[in-house]
């Protein structure tokens, strides 16, 4: 893959903040976006268990998620499409470290909270009612109005 494509994928990934979950339960499909931040080829997020995404995606084998650029011009359009699996997270070491990244990229949540929100463990619990999951996608399907073509792509593993 182009390096220019790969890049542009980094910096989507970095600098986009929502990502669209797609789930269904008996034919009835359902969409939601969350905050995400990526960490170790996955996208973290924190949502209430008892959410309709969460719900429908439990005991599901596979759901869907997509992330893109917002643009005014067609041309420009730029995101991925993907499918993969939900784990809800519960080692602290990655929780902490997922906790870090999605406070820097979302830093109005320290600047309304205060240092509690890292500081106590238990914070998203606590005042959202909400946990750590991770989307792990296996496959990823990479669309770019700007090119003639939309192409798969495996961004995260080095592969060409």
């Known amino acids: 893959m182009e390096k220019k494509i790969k890049e542009k994928a980094r910096r989507l990934i970095n600098e986009t ?34 959410s309709r995404h969460i719900q429908y995606a439990k005991d599901r084998k596979i759901i869907s998620a997509s992330i893109f650029h917002d643009s005014d011009q067609m041309d420009q359009i730029f995101g991925f499409q993907m499918s993969g699996k939900l784990e809800k997270i519960s080692r602290r070491a990655l929780y ?15 600047q309304i909270f205060g240092p509690q929100i890292i500081e106590n463990k238990h914070f998203f ?12 996608p296996d496959k990823i399907f990479l669309s770019d109005n700007s090119k003639t073509i939309s192409f798969n792509l495996d961004f995260y593993s080095g592969k060409k």
């Open 125 to 136: 619990l606590e005042k959202f009612k909400s946990h750590l999951y991770c989307f792990h």
């Open 96 to 110: 902490l470290t997922v906790v870090k990244k999605y406070i820097t990229k979302f830093s109005f949540l320290e």
């Open 17 to 50: 903040r929502v990502m669209t979950l797609a789930v269904s339960d008996n034919d009835i499909p359902w969409s939601s976006p969350v905050y995400f931040v990526f960490h170790d080829n996955a996208f973290c997020f924190f949502s209430n268990e008892n």
